[in-house]
């Protein structure tokens, strides 16, 4: 059993930049095709980016342009840097597999994009 732990949310004003980090426990992350997720509050989870195993990338087009996802394979870590960010960002980050595993969501970490 594989298990993600998101961390690097926080609180940053309106066209700042975070960078997420996703740990994996397994080895076996380098054969995952790779997702950042959010919710917002009120709203479905969502998936904003993902890569496959070689390194190619998709993005939403709410965040095209603005992130950018990464993987480190050799040491099983999953990023998101997020540059001018905007209050609608504003969400509970979550990295998954793509498509998702109920039994693979984390906690989470929490981005808050406010002046």
């Known amino acids: 059993q594989v298990q993600f732990l998101e961390s690097g949310g926080g609180l940053v004003q309106p066209g700042g930049s975070l960078r997420l980090s996703c740990a994996a426990s397994g080895s076996i992350f380098r054969t995952f095709v790779m997702g950042w997720y959010r919710q917002a509050p009120g709203a479905q989870r969502e998936l904003v980016a993902h890569i496959i195993t070689a390194g190619g990338t998709n993005y939403a087009d709410s965040v095209r342009g603005r992130f950018t996802i990464s993987r480190d394979n050799a040491q099983n870590t999953l990023y998101l840097q997020m540059n001018s960010l905007k209050p609608e960002d504003t969400a509970v980050y979550y990295c998954?597999?793509?498509?998702?595993?109920?039994?693979?969501w984390g906690q989470g970490t929490q981005v808050t994009v406010s002046s």
């Open positions: 998954n597999r793509s498509p998702p595993l109920a039994t693979y």
